[in-house]
T-cell receptor, first 112, second 113 residues
Framework: DQQVKQNSPSLSVQEGRISILNCDYT??????FLWYKKYPAEGPTFLIS?????DKNEDGRFTVFLNKSAKHLSLHIVPSQPGDSAVYFC???????????FGTGTQLKVEL | NAGVTQTPKFQVLKTGQSMTLQCAQD?????MSWYRQDPGMGLRLIHY???????DQGEVPNGYNVSRSTTEDFPLRLLSAAPSQTSVYFC????????????FGPGTRLTVL
């Protein structure tokens, strides 16, 4: 039973355009939602997060939107850059970021 | 600050062998955890610890043991390796009281033949 679904295994966008990565979850107990970015042969690195009491959080080129009623999360990257090419994991948690539940990831490729 | 370090980076074992994956952090984080990542999947929580002397099971604990004798170290033991334990293992740490993001080590790639 997958609690976190990232239905797009891959996404390709042109440099300078917007990248939108989507995530759906089923567990209503999740209280903190994080996005991690992962390059090959490295550990995941934290990108941006949002608390369940908010519906939007912005950090530079990255914005996360949360729709609790739909149990849907999205990450917007604008403008996209080649260095953004990586696997992105939607990672809800309980306990404020401790017990993470990872989605299967979306491989983003930003092309010149 | 070295952050979260893991050793070894690569390891090949034969079925039935035992080994310990090492994890250390120098950020004085109370919370440490182990995850495994299999092809096409996200990371799954194996074990975690909220402080020295305290450990608990995650989603996939079978076949693994942990202990936490110091704040800095959180080793993961495979008592009798099986091919199903072939995976990439990541250690992570953070402060106990959230909300916080976890910091991940570079991973250990383990192959069990």
């Amino acid at each position: 039973d997958q609690q976190v679904k990232q239905n797009s295994p891959s996404l390709s966008v042109q440099e300078g355009r917007i990248s939108i990565l989507n995530c759906d979850y089923t567990n209503s107990m999740f209280d903190y939602f994080l996005w991690y970015k992962k390059y090959p042969a490295e550990g995941p690195t934290f990108l941006i997060s949002i608390s369940s009491i908010k519906d939007k959080n912005e950090d530079g080129r990255f914005t996360v939107f949360l729709n609790k009623s739909a149990k849907h999360l999205s990450l917007h990257i604008v403008p996209s850059q080649p260095g953004d090419s990586a696997v992105y994991f939607c990672t809800p948690s309980t306990g404020g970021g401790n017990k993470l539940t990872f989605g299967t990831g979306t491989q983003l490729k930003v092309e010149l | 600050n070295a952050g979260v370090t893991q050793t070894p980076k690569f390891q090949v074992l034969k079925t039935g062998q035992s080994m310990t994956l090492q994890c250390a952090q120098d950020m004085n984080h109370e919370y440490m955890s182990w995850y495994r990542q299999d092809p096409g999947m996200g990371l799954r929580l194996i074990h975690y610890s909220v402080g020295a002397g305290i450990t608990d099971q995650g989603e996939v604990p079978n076949g693994y043991n942990v202990s936490r004798s110091t704040t800095e170290d959180f080793p993961l033991r495979l008592l009798s390796a099986a091919p199903s334990q072939t995976s990439v293992y990541f250690c992570a740490s953070t402060y106990k009281d959230g909300p916080n993001e976890q910091f991940f080590g570079p991973g250990t790639r383990l192959t069990v033949l």
